[in-house]
């Protein structure tokens, strides 16, 4: 095993991030974090160009977000993505 996945919690209790990026830096291994967004945008009536813009600032706060936790729990020699 060369990493460990870790899929990043969507809820305001987060778990899974830190504890990962602990067992995986007692292992020595690296970390691949994979964070998901979902927002039901088909409802919302826009021009496309503004509903690009939208789906491009939800996932630009969530990766922002994620990489904030894993900023705070990782270990200064861990290698760490954000996928």
């Known amino acids: 095993m060369s990493k460990v996945l870790v899929i990043a919690?969507?809820?305001?209790?987060?778990f899974a991030t830190p504890r990962c990026?602990?067992?995986?830096?007692r292992i020595g291994q690296g970390v691949d974090v994979v964070?998901?967004?979902?927002?039901?945008?088909?409802?919302?009536?826009?021009?496309p160009?503004?509903?690009?813009?939208?789906?491009?600032?939800?996932?630009?706060?969530r990766e922002?977000?994620?990489?904030?936790?894993?900023d705070k729990y990782r270990k200064p020699e861990q290698k760490v993505t954000l996928k």
């Open 9 to 14: 919690d969507i809820s305001n209790k987060f």
């Open 21 to 25: 990026l602990e067992l995986a830096a």
């Open 35 to 47: 964070a998901f967004v979902h927002a039901p945008l088909k409802y919302l009536k826009g021009k």
């Open 49 to 61: 160009a503004e509903m690009e813009a939208i789906r491009d600032r939800l996932l630009a706060d």
């Open 64 to 70: 922002a977000e994620v990489q904030a936790r894993i």
